[in-house]
């Protein structure tokens, strides 16, 4: 970590959680954590240097002016909860570096460890056979068979084996490795949706999440989102309902016409 992370603050926290989030399926991750961060008034604790871990590709000219290099942000924030037991650490990547993403999960480890949070959680999404229209459920996993017991309290959905991508699900294996509890909540997206932003996903983990964590947070904005996202998604649906039909169809005066041919 020496050299890689740049401190803006060094609050004293009480038995803090750590929250770690990049986008990923469905944006479920980063719609939860970017909810998170602007209701609860989350303040700049940390950065991680980018340049290590990611390469530029390019470079923006504006009026002719060559600009530095931009990098992804991978930024931490603190929140002291007063109404709790545990405050929280949040730690917001913009993206996923190409190479080096182990090296990555153990930078943000090494901050999770030196204010002694005592579990990490993630979020993602679970591909599914849910229909858009259906109420999507919360999966959850952990890194320890004591977690998994805990969630049960919480009914959330039993998978068993799964397969969670990206530093999402890496860095708790890392956590594992590293014996730092980790717990990883899943929200349901349908799979033929996958590469469509899903709040109604994020909605039903960051719920659950709260609950966790024992804190309390106005939905009522997520919620809405969530509301318009289902539409829309009907209407996509809807459109490419009609593209298939056009197009294994022909319509009936078609058909005559080609009889009247023959």
Known sequence: MKGLVRFYARPRLKSPNMVASWPGVSDVSIIV?????????FKELAEIEASY????????????????????????YYWKNKGGDSDIILFIGDDQPATNSYELA??????????????????????????HTEQPRVWGVATSPQGAQELKQYDLTKRGNLQIAGLNGLLLGVAKERDIDGVCLLGEVPAYAAKIENPMAALVVLETLAKILQVKIDTTELARQAIEARERMKQVAAEAMGEFIDSFTTPIWEHDEEEEEE
């Open 33 to 41: 954590a970017n909810y998170l961060k602007r209701k609860l008034g």
């Open 53 to 76: 871990f990611f390469d530029p590709i390019g470079i923006i000219v504006r009026d002719n002016v060559v600009e530095a290099p931009q990098f992804p942000e991978s930024k931490f």
């Open 106 to 131: 153990n930078c943000i480890l090494d901050v999770g460890e030196k204010f002694q949070v005592k579990r990490v959680y993630t979020c993602a999404a679970a591909l599914s056979r849910i229909h």
